[in-house]
């Protein structure tokens, strides 16, 4: 299973984009990635997910290294409803062949007004 | 119009007690997951049904007991209550086993 790397906490100012860094330098090359948030006291959020090409949707861009070995999960203009922990997960397949979720301790984001 | 839906919300208990927490979703979605989130807020999964059929069991004792009556619900059933059972209960869906799941607001568990 991939491993990944994120930092711990990061602040953003209300109104600027968040970017947020994840490391997984073991991911193989057929494992996504997948970005989750978990604001407090909620279940976590899909937010997209990416496999070599950068991504888009109406919540936030992934941009993947060309050798997929990092990531960075854009909000484009953060909003104070964005503080939440943001969870870089490459995709894990079970022996029986399901797809299984993988949270590590994510990255506390603030947005500060 | 909620997606995944977990009831109760909160449930306090004795040890030794047994105790369900239900799960339905009305997004027409074959498999179902349960997690569990303790303390240190580490999110792991337990159980998995895609077409009523257990799919992903992550080595969880056998106190806890999920039950699918059908693809829009799997509930968790809980024999004899620890106090180490005390946690936050997420219930999720997707379609075909996807990574995109989608959670439910969760069930606060407390054993005392």
């Known amino acids: 299973d991939a491993k990944t790397t994120q930092p711990t906490s990061m602040d953003c100012a209300e109104g600027r984009a968040a970017n947020l860094p994840c490391n997984h330098s073991t991911i193989s090359g057929n494992e996504y990635v997948y970005w989750y948030r978990q604001i407090h006291s909620q279940g976590p959020q899909y937010i997209i997910h990416g496999l070599k090409n950068n991504e888009t949707n109406e919540m936030a861009s992934l941009i993947i290294t060309e050798d997929r070995k990092s990531s960075t999960l854009i909000l484009p203009h953060a909003t104070l409803r964005d503080t939440a922990v943001y969870y870089c997960i490459p995709r894990i397949r079970t022996q029986g062949g399901s797809e299984k979720l993988v949270f590590g301790k994510g990255t506390k984001l603030t947005v500060n007004p | 119009d909620t997606a995944v839906s977990q009831t109760p919300k909160y449930l306090v208990t004795q040890m030794g007690n047994d105790k369900s927490i239900k799960c339905e979703q009305n997004l027409g979605h074959d498999t179902m997951y349960w997690y569990k989130q303790d303390s240190k807020k580490f999110l792991k999964i337990m159980f998995s049904?895609?077409?009523?059929?257990?799919?992903i069991n992550e080595t969880v004792p056998n106190r806890f007991s999920p039950k699918s009556p059908d693809k829009a619900h799997l509930n968790l059933h809980i024999n004899s209550l620890e106090l180490g059972d005390s946690a936050v209960y997420f219930c999720?869906?997707?379609?075909?086993?996807?990574?995109?799941?989608?959670f439910g607001p969760g069930t606060r568990l407390t054993v005392l």
């Open positions: 049904y895609n077409n009523k059929e257990l799919i």
């Open positions: 999720a869906s997707s379609q075909k086993r996807s990574n995109e799941q989608f």
